[in-house]
């Protein structure tokens, strides 16, 4: 009772951060629920993540399967369908990932639990949970609660998928959890999906979500050729460029390159904003960023509500100053 399970992602031989985010946010939740923080963990040799996990929750549930060896939503959901059932935990987290929004609604939609998606915050009001999610393109937040369960008259059970980089990473005390092995409900093969290959992306291709140091560009730049100033910022720095939604929007820079709810969610260790607001879409993909500096001519720009620096003044005389400190020029 009051259990929180977290569903492990995992791709490629490494744990997803959502996982790392959602065990962080979970171990409160289960303080709160009165219970246990469990995490599920499905796959095939995952032994090194089983461990990893361990430091993280009270209980590792690890189901292994040679046909979990990659996310297929449909045996997800089958051996999900059938831990759930049998373990009934108050409250199960599933990142907002594109493997979580392929599972989790069919899952709950399976198990008649309430599900709320896209979750950036949890709360309780007289002992009730509430799930924070963002609407209209996040300019409100909105606090929803769940539907009792409609499917027994035993504990309530609720679902929520959750934000990446909606909650930090922290470095909590290990909890040395047990490391359950569980038998595999699977009796057979997926009939209606099969994992084929990973496909990776075009050489030339940068993975914004995976450098340390982002420096992103606006619509204050005015025009693409502008963009070599903002190029060199972030040549000297050794981090890569990424633009807000009008200059991607403008065909200034690749698609892969949008930082932002509708583009990619980055965590670097330094973000540079540079002629950037601060819309809320923008925010959204940035805001977890360990030192945000940003760099606007206008005080009241909501970019600087979430600065940890700012230099309010013109891009175009501070751009290429700090450059040149920056190259040792
Ligand atoms: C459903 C939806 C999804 C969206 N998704 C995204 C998304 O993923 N990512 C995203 O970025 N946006 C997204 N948007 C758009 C978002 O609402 C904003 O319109 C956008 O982020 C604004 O981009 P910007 O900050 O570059 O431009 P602006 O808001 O026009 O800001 C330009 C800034 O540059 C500053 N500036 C101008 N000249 C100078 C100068 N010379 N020196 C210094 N500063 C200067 C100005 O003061 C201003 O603050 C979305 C919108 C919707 C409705």
């Keep these: 009772m009051g259990d929180v399970f977290v569903l492990a992602e995992h791709r490629r031989g490494e744990l997803r951060e959502v996982t790392l985010e959602m065990l962080g946010k979970g171990r409160e939740l289960a303080g709160q629920l009165g219970g246990q923080l469990k995490a599920v963990l499905l796959g095939h040799g995952v032994d090194a993540f089983a461990k990893e996990l361990a430091d993280q929750a009270h209980e590792v549930l690890v189901v292994e399967d040679e046909r979990l060896e990659n996310f297929n939503s449909e045996l997800y959901q089958k051996v999900l369908a059938s831990l759930l059932t049998e373990r009934k935990p108050t409250l199960t987290l599933i990142g907002h ?34 799930a924070i999610r963002e609407m209209y393109g996040g ?43 569980l038998d595999s409900p699977l009796a057979e093969e997926a009939r209606r999906k099969k994992f084929i290959e990973y496909v990776e992306a075009a050489v030339g291709e940068v993975d914004i979500t995976q450098s340390e140091i982002v420096v992103a560009v606006g619509r204050g730049i005015k025009e693409r050729e502008n963009l070599e100033i903002v190029e060199k910022l972030a040549e000297a720095v050794g ?33 540079i904003a540079v002629g950037i607001s601060g819309a809320s879409q923008h925010l959204a993909g940035m805001k977890g960023s360990e030192t945000i500096v940003a760099i606007n001519k206008d005080p009241n720009a909501p970019i600087f509500n979430v600065a940890t620096y700012g230099i309010v003044d013109d891009l175009f005389k501070v751009v290429p100053a700090l450059t040149e400190q920056l190259s040792g020029a």
């Excluded at 009792?148 to 909606?166: C, F, G, K, P």
């Excluded at 929007?249 to 390159?257: K, M």
């Design 239 to 271: 981090g890569v460029l990424a633009g807000s939604r009008p200059v991607i929007d403008a065909g200034w820079l690749p698609p892969e390159r949008q930082v932002g709810q509708s583009g990619k969610t980055v965590k670097p260790k330094l973000y």
């Design 97 to 130: 990932t594109a493997c979580g929004m392929d599972l989790a609604p069919s899952l709950a939609a399976e198990l008649n639990l309430p599900l709320a998606t896209d979750c950036i915050g949890f709360e309780f009001e007289d002992g009730r949970l509430l």
């Design 139 to 181: 300019k409100l937040q909105a606090r929803v609660s769940f539907l009792e369960s409609r499917i027994s008259n035993l504990e309530s059970q609720y679902m929520a998928t959750v934000r990446q980089a909606a909650f930090p990473l922290q470095e909590l005390e290990p909890l040395g959890g047990q490391i359950v092995a």
